[in-house]
C-alpha cells in the first residue's frame, strides 16, 4: 500500500547551537516536515537515530553538518549505513571539496547543500525529497521504471534559487563568514574593512543576508550622525 503523505520526523545535525536552532526553525516552517531532535555531534546523531527507533518512532531524515567536533560527517553517514539503518540524509556544510561531495554521494547522501544559504533553496531541497519519498512510495514494494525517473528527477528540480543581479556567490560566502565566525555584531564597515571591500558592496550583502533571514540588523547606539547598523549571524 502507497504511504500516505505523514509528517516526516527530522533529525538536524550541527556543532553550532544558533546554526541548528536556525535549521530547526526552518524545518518547522516547511508543511509536511517536524524535528524530531537535534544533536551537535556525530555521537549524538547515532544515539538520537537508535534511541527514535526504539521508542518506535524512526527519523526519516537526516540534516548532516560535515564538520561535527567528534567525527567527521562522512564518518557519521557510514557508520549510519553500517549499523543498518536506511535514514534519507541531506549535507548541509559549507564544506565544498569535490572529493567530500563524492564520496557523500557514495556513502548515501540523497542532496547536497552549501551553507550559506536562503530559507527558499532549504524549502526546495526538503520539498523535492518529499516528491522523491513519494514517487518511491508505489503498491506492492515494488518500483517501477516511472517512479524511478520521477522521484530522482523531483532531486533535480531547481527552483529560482539565483541571487539578485550583481551578487556574487563567492562575495556572499566570504561575508556569511565573517559574519558567522565573529564575536558579535559587525557593521558594513567593519566587514568592508576585514575583507578589503567597499562599504557600499558589503551592505548590500548583508542586507540580502538580513533580508533572506540569515542575519539580524539593528541600528549601532552611540554613533555620531547617520545612524549605523550593523549586523549578527542568525542562520
Known sequence: ???????????????????????????????????????????????????????????????????LPDLHGLDVARRIRGRGNTVDIIAITAVRDLNVVRTA???????????????????????????????????????????????????RT?????????????????IAGRLRGADGALSATEVAEALDMSRVTARRYLEHLSAQGLAVKAPRHGTRGRPEYEYRWKG
Not at 109 to 131: C, H, M, S, W
Open 158 to 174: 531547481a527552483g529560482s534559487l539565483g541571487l539578485p543581479k550583481g551578487l556574487l556567490e563567492e562575495t556572499l560566502t566570504a
Open 105 to 155: 554521494i557514495a556513502t548515501g547522501v540523497t542532496q547536497y547543500l552549501i551553507k550559506p544559504f536562503t530559507f527558499a533553496a532549504f524549502r526546495d531541497k526538503l520539498e523535492n525529497y518529499r516528491g522523491f519519498r513519494l514517487n518511491l512510495a508505489g503498491d506492492g514494494g515494488a518500483a517501477t521504471q516511472a517512479s524511478i525517473d520521477n522521484a530522482f528527477a523531483a532531486l
Open 1 to 67: 500500500m502507497a504511504e500516505p503523505e505523514r509528517v516526516l520526523r527530522v533529525l538536524v545535525a550541527d556543532d553550532e547551537h544558533i546554526t541548528a536552532a536556525a535549521h530547526a526553525d526552518y524545518v518547522r516552517r516547511v508543511a509536511g516536515f517536524d524535528v524530531a531532535a537535534v544533536a551537535h555531534s556525530g555521537g549524538e546523531v547515532l544515539s538520537l537515530l537508535d534511541a527514535a527507533a526504539d521508542d518506535g518512532a524512526p527519523v526519516d531524515l537526516v540534516l548532516l553538518d560535515m564538520n
